[in-house]
């Protein structure tokens, strides 16, 4: 009975809205509601690369309103519901807005600071409340979806709901935090809610956590929905690729993938076919990879996420892709780096041949997806050249081809170049090897936490088109 709990708390704390929601009887639900979606206001973290597309997607299945980005956070109106948010796939973490403004400079003398801290950070206590209020109706939207007919677990809840528990996490950047560790700041900003509001810090067991992020242009604060990130997908027994970049390759491909056969020809424990799975329900999949042990792992992936029946796993090498030319709709994959996997050869040196592979099996109309290190992206452009340069490779220096990859960083809006593969350097004074026409889509940057990758979209185009 979550509507009673949320009335007895503003009954105790008397509280300015008190009366419109005072005595929800069945005909006062309506303000009820239209109170909570007035107040919902959400935002999302996203990793460093994924602020656009994560604003797309709330775009495009949310119908979000008022949709605002900022490195590493988008803010939106929505009012779908919870549990549809939930299945957002780009983003990292679900928060419910409190308080977005500016940077606060903080003075050193901490009673000044606090006194900062309690205008700026906390503010209008009834703002919190009413947060608190549309928190507590959403948590319930959320159980009783999970678990229809259970017993609350809580005995206590009534207490809970007139003096909340909370903790604080805050995060800082920047000049802020040469002056003040994030654990002080937490400890400040606890107390200033602990005063204005009279709610109880509880760092172990707290009813619902408060976020704070200090950086040099903003000040936010946030109360988490969930308590696990949406990025973590339950399915997956073994973790490979990130699972929101592995979501956001199928994302940027030129167009939708539904009734596609779609490769992944370096597939790991599946991370990428498995994003693609849950997008495109009408596509089947074909994994394939040189490690068993990767396989077997993919094999588990599948298996929990129940994608058995359309999702088929080979032992094979990309330089050497079994299936028939043209015989994929897209071939997405993320190419070995680093020292993390075992390749047959240097990653470098089999580019080449590997692209090539994949361009063959790949039909007419079909789409190449690559994630790469910036150093294989800049391999990319070393052993590939446009169609407008063929005439000048013979006499000029490779060099000349060579394209900083820091350059190619969202490159949607420039026009696509249809591309040909070569031989290597030392093999091209002579000839120009022509084993493919792909046509560059889209490049994107995304952080893989400790490194930088890109994505790299081509469409296979018809021999035709090209004049020699
Ligand atoms: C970057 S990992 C793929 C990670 C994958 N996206 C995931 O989430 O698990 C690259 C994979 O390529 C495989 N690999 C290396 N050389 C290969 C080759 N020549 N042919 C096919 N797979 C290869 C490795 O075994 C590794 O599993």
Known sequence: MPLVFIVLFFIKTDYKIQPAIKSIEKEEESDYNALVVMMRRLYCTAGAGMEELLAE???????????????????????????????LKSAERLFILLRKS???????????????????????????????????????????????????KREDEEECMNTPSFRVSCRCSGVIARSYTSQRLSRIIGMAIKEDLGWKVDLRDPVFEVNVYLSDDHCIVGIPLLKHPLSSRSYMKHNGLRSTIAWAMSSLCPKKLNDCVILDPMCGVGSVLLEAAQEYSNAVFLGMDTDLLQLQKAADNVKSSGMEGRVQLLQSSAMDIPLADGAVDAVLCDVPFGRKFSCSSDMRTALPRILREMERVLRVGGHLVL??????????????CTHEHKQNVNSSDTNNLHTDASNTHNE??????????????SEMSNSLLLISLLQAQRTHRVSLGSTDAFIHTYTKIKTQTLSH
């Open 57 to 87: 997607e709330l775009q495009h299945k949310l119908c979000a309103t008022q949709v605002e980005q900022i490195p590493g956070r988008v803010f939106f109106c929505s009012n779908a519901d919870l549990q549809t948010v939930t299945q």
């Open 102 to 152: 500016e940077a606060l400079s903080l003075p050193n003398n901490p009673a000044k600071a606090a006194a900062v801290i309690k205008q700026r950070v906390v503010g209008d206590p009834d703002i919190w409340r009413q947060t608190f209020l549309t928190w507590t109706a959403l948590q319930q939207e959320l159980q009783s979806s999970k678990q229809r007919g259970q017993k609350r």
């Open 371 to 384: 994630l790469l290190s910036l150093q294989l992206s800049a391999q990319l452009k070393k052993t590939i």
């Open 412 to 425: 949607s809006t420039e026009t696509p170049k249809p591309l040909m593969f070569h031989k290597s350097s």
